[in-house]
């Protein structure tokens, strides 16, 4: 609850990885319209100072501990209105095969996907059926706006949102 009693929202399980083409220190700068609730690893002033590796190795460069992405949650004192008419209706039953053809339609490698599925297929398979959402990436730049130098080729955002749905 915020101070208003009212829920907050928490974003659960973004995460960031990286695969630069040799080993490259990066510098990644996340700002949230909200709190850090968790981090892993944790960043020094909201800042993570990392080494990169081909696989998608991350170095921590001040504790030299090996990850394989960044992971943070944070609160959200808005919520994420579900726009019905981009939404999917998805039953419990559904639940894996839909998050597997989400991923492919993001090009998720088979790491990213697993991450991905493991944890967001309980949740699913809770409810009879689901609403759920792809956000734009403009929207989830938004609530977390995220700065990496050097700049990489290519950034993939994927912000799922999703409720119980009644009665569809």
Not at 17 to 34: L, M, N
Request: net charge negative; charged share 30%; aromatic share 14%.
């Amino acid at each position: 609850m915020d101070g208003k009693g009212s829920p907050q929202l928490v974003v659960r399980k973004p995460v960031i990885y990286f695969y630069p083409p040799e080993k490259t220190e990066i510098s990644v700068r996340v700002d949230i319209a909200g709190r850090f609730v968790a981090q892993y690893p944790k960043s020094k002033d909201g800042v993570w100072d990392i080494v990169a590796l081909p696989d998608g190795t991350l170095l921590d460069k001040r504790t030299e501990r090996k990850y394989g992405y960044l992971f943070w949650e944070g609160t959200n004192d808005n919520s994420f209105e579900i726009d019905e008419s981009k939404a999917f209706c998805v039953s419990a039953k559904q639940a894996e095969d839909f998050l597997e053809e989400a991923c492919a339609s993001f090009a998720l490698n088979e790491k990213e996907k697993t991450d991905f599925i493991s944890y967001w297929l309980p949740y699913l398979e809770r409810n009879d059926l689901s609403l759920v959402q792809f956000l734009e990436t403009n929207t989830y730049e938004e609530y977390a706006r995220m700065t990496i130098q050097p700049t990489p080729d290519t950034v993939v955002r994927m912000f799922m949102v999703f409720r119980k749905a009644h009665g569809m």
